[in-house]
T-cell receptor, first 115, second 114 residues
Framework: AQKITQTQPGMFVQEKEAVTLDCTYD???????LFWYKQPSSGEMIFLIY??????QNATEGRYSLNFQKARKSANLVISASQLGDSAMYFC????????????FGAGTTVTVRA | DGGITQSPKYLFRKEGQNVTLSCEQN?????MYWYRQDPGQGLRLIYY???????QKGDIAEGYSVSREKKESFPLTVTSAQKNPTAFYLC?????????????FGPGTRLLVL
């Protein structure tokens, strides 16, 4: 069974500073994918970034980067230069082997950006 | 524009009533999913479908039913057997090939019990 753990229920960050959101996962499959989604107060889930288990480089997408430490089974999201619009709930998710497209989600972390 | 639409945005259910949530996508994705989200929690998978006329139960399928008669559509019925249906329901779709098979989500439907 796959399990995703996000241990930070809520975080505050000052505008223009960086913030790191923790995510650890547990799987026995060698092939898997890791995702981060943003959920603003409107409720829609917005895809941010993806990391494959065989990818050699850490994924980056604009101000988002994923700190992938495979041996430690962690996939932390780093948001650089935080903006007020980054205030939202953030979810880490994992997809299993390549023929199983289901996602397992963590409980989420609420980020509040202060001016 | 390509995307996923869900309707209605809000839905009210009376005791003993079945209600159906709509999900349509024009992304030409093979796979579609239904998730339930309770306040302050993550998403839990209800049902998913990887191809037309086929679907599988997720982690919390009891009290729900689905159909997949068309590639673009994956409606979810919340039956009277679902005793605690109040939640936020999200539909998603993904390709079954390509980088990560990333799931993209619709705007969601909030279901409330009267």
């Amino acid at each position: 069974a796959q399990k995703i753990t996000q241990t930070q229920p809520g975080m505050f960050v000052q505008e223009k500073e960086a913030v790191t959101l923790d995510c650890t996962y547990d799987t026995s499959d060698p092939s898997y994918g890791l995702f981060w989604y943003k959920q603003p107060s409107s409720g829609e889930m917005i895809f941010l970034i993806y990391q494959g288990s065989y990818d050699q480089q850490n994924a980056t997408e604009g101000r988002y980067s994923l700190n992938f430490q495979k041996a430690r089974k962690s996939a932390n999201l780093v948001i650089s230069a935080s903006q007020l619009g980054d205030s939202a709930m953030y979810f880490c998710a994992m997809r299993g082997p390549s023929n199983d497209y289901k996602l397992s989600f963590g409980a989420g972390t609420t980020v509040t950006v202060r001016a | 524009d390509g995307g996923i639409t869900q309707s209605p945005k809000y839905l009210f259910r009376k005791e003993g009533q079945n209600v159906t949530l709509s999900c349509e996508q024009n992304l030409n994705h093979d796979a579609m999913y239904w998730y339930r989200q309770d306040p302050g929690q993550g998403l839990r998978l209800i049902y998913y479908s990887q191809i037309v006329n086929d679907f599988q139960k997720g982690d919390i399928a009891e009290g729900y039913s689905v159909s997949r008669e068309k590639k673009e559509s994956f409606p979810l019925t919340v039956t009277s057997a679902q005793k605690n249906p109040t939640a936020f329901y999200l539909c998603a779709s993904s390709p079954t090939r390509g980088t990560g098979e990333t799931q993209y989500f619709g705007p969601g439907t909030r279901l409330l019990v009267l």
